[in-house]
């Protein structure tokens, strides 16, 4: 696979006052857990006080959908968004140069 169908996903977010250890316990179950997919290049989470940006490197945009549409995603979403302040900012990146 060519560095053309690599797809970058960031997304920014905060995690609610008091939260930010419960918060990063299942960030690093989610990035463990889908480093192990088909078509995962990487997968990390960054800190800076309560904000919070991650990088995901997919090998194409099906592997990027195989995982937005797993069952494991969608399961540990649903612990990890009521600890957030707010909805994560997320974009998608092509490689231009």
């Known amino acids: 696979m ?3 169908s690599v797809i970058w996903v960031t997304a920014q977010f905060r995690a609610a006052p008091g939260r930010a250890d419960a918060l990063i316990a299942l960030l690093d179950e989610l990035a ?3 480093r192990t997919e088909a078509g995962c290049i990487d997968y990390v989470y960054l800190r800076d006080g ?3 940006s991650s990088v995901e ?3 194409s ?4 959908a195989a995982h ?5 995603l969608r399961a540990i979403l649903k612990r990890i968004l ?3 302040d707010g909805r994560p900012h ?3 990146w092509r490689r231009v140069v």
């Open 61 to 64: 945009a099906e592997a990027e």
């Open 57 to 59: 490197q997919w090998a």
């Open 32 to 34: 463990r857990h889908s």
């Open 2 to 4: 060519g560095q053309a």
């Open 90 to 92: 997320v974009s998608r």
């Open 68 to 72: 937005n549409d797993s069952d494991f």
């Open 82 to 84: 009521p600890l957030l």
């Open 50 to 52: 309560e904000a919070f």
